[in-house]
């Protein structure tokens, strides 16, 4: 996803978010993006610690 689409009210209500790290994470836990990009680092994804937000970018 290269075209990432900041929300105008501040955070997505469907995306909660406790990475404080990323330039996307609101003051409320939720994500800024209108959307994310979930990425995968197996073939085949079996467990949660398999998976990332692939939207993530560092403040």
């Given amino acids: 996803m290269d075209n990432k689409i900041r929300l105008s009210n501040g955070h997505n209500n469907s995306i909660g ?3 404080n ?3 996307f994470h609101s003051r409320d836990n939720y994500c800024e ?3 994310i990009n979930v ?3 197996e073939a085949t994804a ?3 610690e398999c998976t990332d937000c ?3 970018e560092k403040m």
Avoid: A, D, M, P
């Fill in 17 to 19: 978010c406790i990475v």
């Fill in 54 to 56: 692939g939207s993530f």
């Fill in 21 to 23: 790290e990323c330039k």
């Fill in 33 to 35: 993006l209108e959307r």
């Fill in 39 to 41: 990425v995968k680092h």
């Fill in 46 to 48: 079996n467990t949660v």
